[in-house]
């Protein structure tokens, strides 16, 4: 199958354009993103007592797509001495984040894959479940590295090939060919990107599954993160409520009526040198 390629003049722009929607519907999602984030809080858990464990003293932190800013305040609970930064790309979710917290956590809306930080300046970077967003992870994961001090650690959550696969399985059924899950990458090539950009770090791989009364209740929490289907190939229109339907008869149930979805997540820490 041949390749096509854009021209880099509109790439960039495609590109520009992907992220003012990711901005918007997650600042969108800003006032319910809280009460939805049942796995964003067990991921960021989990690495928030792997961080405690190892006994860090951090003076810089930078809590990188810190969304509502739930993992900022609780970095700066964890780490009262630090000079703690927020940053998203969404100004809705900052805003959201800089009402609710501490005047002393200091909030930016940036990019992740250009930052404006100097060299050297966090000595932990944290960064749950915003990675899978990005255009170019293996830019992000560059930048981290450049900003991190010597010594410095970095603890990173993401999400992998797998996740939602019994909602990607039942939307093949209700509506053949258009997709409807967002894609997310191979565990193969994020194992070579973190080998390659962070050498020496550790990758920990998990499946977690969460229960649901149903698909749209599953759908209903996917809307209110503002992580609902961001692909090129989406709908334009509404989806008809009968290929919902269709779905939800195609979605693999429980004994009790409920469901579960899968999602195939990965940890990766890494001490710089």
């Not at 932190?61 to 969404?90: M, N, Y």
């Not at 967003?133 to 450049?146: A, F, I, T």
């Not at 973190?194 to 977690?208: A, F, I, Q, R, Y």
């Not at 698909?215 to 090129?232: D, I, Q, S, T, V």
Request: positive net charge; charged residues 25%; contains cysteine.
């Amino acid at each position: 199958m041949g390749v096509i390629r854009t021209p880099p003049e509109s790439l960039g722009r495609a590109e520009l354009a992907a992220k003012r929607d990711i901005a918007r519907e997650f600042g969108r999602a800003s006032k319910t993103y809280e009460q939805a984030s049942r796995l964003q809080r067990r991921m960021g858990d989990a690495m928030l007592a792997r961080l405690a464990e190892e006994n860090l003293a951090p003076r810089t932190i930078l809590d990188l797509g810190c969304g509502t800013g739930w993992f900022t305040r609780k970095l700066q609970a964890l780490f009262p001495e630090a000079r703690v930064v927020g940053v998203d790309l969404s100004p809705g979710m900052i805003e959201k984040a800089r009402t609710a917290s501490p005047d002393r956590i200091q909030w930016l809306t940036a990019d992740a894959e250009s930052l404006p930080f100097a060299a050297g300046s966090f000595d932990l970077v944290f960064s749950n479940l915003m990675i899978q967003w990005c255009h170019d992870p293996q830019s992000v994961l560059s930048q981290c590295r450049r900003l991190v001090t010597p010594n410095g650690r970095l603890a990173i959550s993401t999400l992998l090939d797998g996740t939602l696969s019994e909602l990607k399985q039942a939307w093949e059924v209700a509506d053949p060919g258009q997709p409807h899950v967002n894609r997310f990458e191979q565990p193969e090539i994020w194992r070579d990107i973190t080998s390659d950009v962070l050498p020496g770090s550790e990758l920990v791989t998990e499946t977690k599954r969460l229960p649901y009364d149903s698909p749209m209740g599953l759908n209903r929490e996917l809307k209110l993160l503002g992580a609902g289907f961001k692909g090129e190939g989406r709908r334009r229109s509404v989806t008809a409520p009968g290929r919902f339907k269709l779905m939800s008869r195609a979605y693999p149930s429980e004994k009790d009526g409920c469901i579960l979805a899968t999602y195939e997540s990965a940890f990766v820490y890494w001490r710089a040198p």
